[in-house]
């Protein structure tokens, strides 16, 4: 089946613009995770969404960045005003519900953000 | 919270060759993965072990959760296998967010 899906692949802004990211799970999985990979560095974790439970946003390095997540479908990953320190690659991941099956997280092929 | 130590950083290795990358993880966990993080970016599952051994073609892992290590068997090595492995583990107690190690930079050369 489809795998998680990211748009854009690639996207260049200018420094004090507002980007959108989009992520779309594979389906049937009610759990949503966006990571934050800067060049050369490992994956930090932003927030997760499961199904309509309040989400974790403990990983979100600054009120600029804000996601939603409708229902158990797309997310959406918001970034205000961006800053050159924004420039990463931004990956989401998906796994399926926590009754007993692998909560194997796979991950897209992720948006790779330039802030000029 | 839970620190993730990968080691070595960095290996070389002529094709062919076997290798061994250590995990090893400060407190008891819920879920274990192994990545392989491609030249191109792409985040590729390679096992998900919390406990016990698989295998997978050339590649096996092992985890020994009472003493909070894991092992990733790669066995004759070829140039495809070149990328970056990751180890990230989660604790329930801390959400369901995965907390990675640094990685271990594998280049094979042919």
């Known amino acids: 089946g489809a795998g998680v899906s990211q748009s854009p692949s690639n996207k260049v802004t200018e420094k004090g613009k507002d980007v959108e990211l989009r992520c779309d799970p594979i389906?049937?999985?009610?759990?949503l995770y966006w990571y934050r990979q800067r060049l050369g560095q490992g994956l930090e974790f932003l927030i997760y969404?499961?199904?309509?439970?309040?989400?974790?946003k403990s990983g979100l390095p600054s009120d600029r960045f804000s996601a939603e997540r409708t229902g158990e479908s797309v997310s959406t990953l918001t970034i205000q005003r961006t800053q050159q320190e924004d420039s990463a690659v931004y990956l989401c991941?998906?796994?399926?519900?926590?009754?007993?099956?692998?909560?194997?997280?796979?991950f897209g092929p992720g948006t790779r953000l330039l802030v000029l | 919270g839970i620190q993730v130590e990968q080691s070595p950083p960095d290996l070389i290795l002529q094709e062919g060759a076997n290798s061994t990358l250590r995990c090893n993880f400060s407190?008891?966990?819920?879920?274990l993965q192994w990545f392989h993080q491609n030249p191109w970016g792409q985040l590729i599952n390679l096992f998900y072990i919390p406990s016990g051994t698989k295998q997978n073609g050339r590649l096996s892992a092992t985890t020994v959760a009472t003493e909070r290590y894991s092992l990733l068997y790669i066995s004759s090595s070829q140039t495809s296998d070149s990328g970056v492995y990751y180890c990230a583990v989660v604790r329930y107690n801390q959400g369901g967010k995965l907390i990675f190690g640094q990685g271990t930079e594998l280049s094979v050369k042919p």
């Open positions: 969404f499961q199904g309509n439970s309040a989400p974790d």
């Open positions: 389906s049937g999985h009610t759990a």
């Open positions: 991941a998906s796994s399926p519900p926590r009754r007993g099956l692998e909560e194997t997280q796979y």
């Open positions: 407190d008891s966990v819920n879920n």
